[in-house]
């Protein structure tokens, strides 16, 4: 691709001018539409409606989580990205004031969002967080703050929570609140839509997920409530060595399309999702995604995308996408798609700093020195993991 860094990254692509700017403007409602500039100079953008909030948001967003890279952020919003994510944990704050040293320049520029209370859901920890979060990004309001990691019908239907986030909403720290989720029944999604509150829902979503998250996203939506996708890539919770390696698959010589923008199409082609968040190192990574907007998913992306999935399917554990057949597994309850997810961030997305991160988040009682006294792993994957080898790696990063 050669374009390596912001310049030459923007001479090769049609840049959105204002584009963003003006996806930010109020609509009338109507959930299903989904917008396109038209002109040629800007027929890379496409804007789709955010739930009932009146904004139009692009329909490929940027997650921020693994990009230590500011002139990327610049990069993707002068090339007319609008939805940029962001969290009060990442790199331990660090992305936020990454994230923040942009804003300084294209605040208005761009529908952001962040998210509070992965670690600590308690009131008054959430109003510092935010506080703290609102000072790193250099503004004095966010458009969603996500309550992060929502998982349980209690947490999300929590009064005293609901109030932070309408507190904050009334102080104008944001325009919007919703949550992020990693509960693929419906259980999160019916508390959203019976919560009457929240206005947005972030969860993972891609080709793996079951069609019980489909119908659960299906009916959000069409209760009004947003939907924002992540994990829409599929990468290995770890690589075993007699897998191509994965660089090879990417760059399948038979077609421009590569499995990833592929997989991108195939979430985007579900209409009752309004953007997905997907994370971008390079800019290749952005270039590659910038292309996919507008574009229709195709009978030859299905087949790129078997014949990726045929790849990867012994070693990427589907519990980011909606698998819950190990749950309660464990004699001794460790979640052991929790640690997938984890060995994920190390091997997949070649973090380790995020890796760590997300392992300490984890609750003490969902740590792998807990498996020290297994030879093997009790917990059978019906996707053919081998989850005795991925505890074992995970020991020897984690424990
Ligand atoms: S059954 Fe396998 S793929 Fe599904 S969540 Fe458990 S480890 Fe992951
Ligand atoms: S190694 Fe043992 S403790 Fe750890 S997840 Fe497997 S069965 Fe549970």
Redesign the pocket.
């Known amino acids: 691709m050669g374009t390596t860094n912001r310049r030459g990254f923007l001479k090769s692509v049609a840049v959105g001018g204002t584009a963003a700017g003006a996806g930010l403007a109020a609509t009338g409602l109507f959930p299903r539409r989904i917008y396109s500039q038209g002109a040629s100079k800007f027929n890379r953008v496409r804007y789709r409606e955010l739930g009932s909030t009146g904004c139009k948001v692009t329909e490929m967003g940027f997650g921020v989580m693994n990009n230590r890279e500011a002139d990327l952020v610049h990069a993707a919003i002068d090339s007319g990205i609008n939805y940029i994510d962001t969290a009060h944990y990442y790199m331990k704050g660090e992305n936020e004031k990454i994230v923040g040293s942009v804003m300084k320049t294209k605040r208005d520029k761009v529908f952001l969002t962040t998210k509070v209370g992965l670690r600590d859901k308690t009131p008054e920890s959430i109003r510092k967080e935010i506080d703290l979060s609102l000072k790193r990004l250099q503004t004095d309001r966010v458009d969603l703050l996500l309550f992060h990691k929502s998982d349980k019908r209690e947490e999300i239907l929590n009064d005293d929570t609901m109030k932070v986030f309408d507190d904050a909403r009334k102080k104008g720290q944001t325009r919007f609140v919703g949550f992020s989720t990693h509960n693929f029944e419906p259980e999160p999604f019916d508390a959203g839509i019976d919560s009457k509150f929240w206005e947005a829902i972030l969860t993972g979503y891609n080709y793996f997920s079951p069609p019980s998250l489909t119908k659960s996203i299906q009916k959000t939506r069409e209760a009004g409530i947003a939907i924002i996708g992540m994990k829409n890539l599929i990468t290995m919770t770890w690589p075993p060595d007699t897998r191509v390696p994965y660089e090879d698959i990417r760059k399948d010589k038979s077609t421009k399309t590569t499995p990833q923008q592929a997989l991108l199409k195939w979430v985007l082609d579900d209409n009752y999702v309004d953007t997905i968040i997907p994370g971008m190192t390079t800019f290749e990574h952005l270039n590659d995604n910038l292309a996919v907007m507008g574009m229709k998913l195709t009978l030859d992306d299905r087949r790129i995308i078997r014949r990726y999935c045929e790849g990867v399917k012994s070693t990427?554990?589907?519990?980011v996408a909606g698998?819950?057949?190990?749950?309660e597994k464990c004699p001794k309850g460790v979640k052991?798609?929790d640690i997938?997810r984890c060995l994920g961030y190390a091997y997949g997305y070649k973090d380790l700093d995020l890796a760590y991160e997300n392992y300490q988040a984890l609750p003490k009682s969902n740590r792998v020195d807990i498996c020290a006294d297994c030879d093997e792993c009790a917990?059978k994957?019906?996707?053919g993991?081998n989850?005795t080898e991925n505890i074992r790696k995970a020991r020897e990063l984690f424990a």
């Open positions: 990427y554990c589907r519990g698998c819950t057949e190990c749950r052991v798609c997938n917990v994957c019906v996707n993991l989850l």
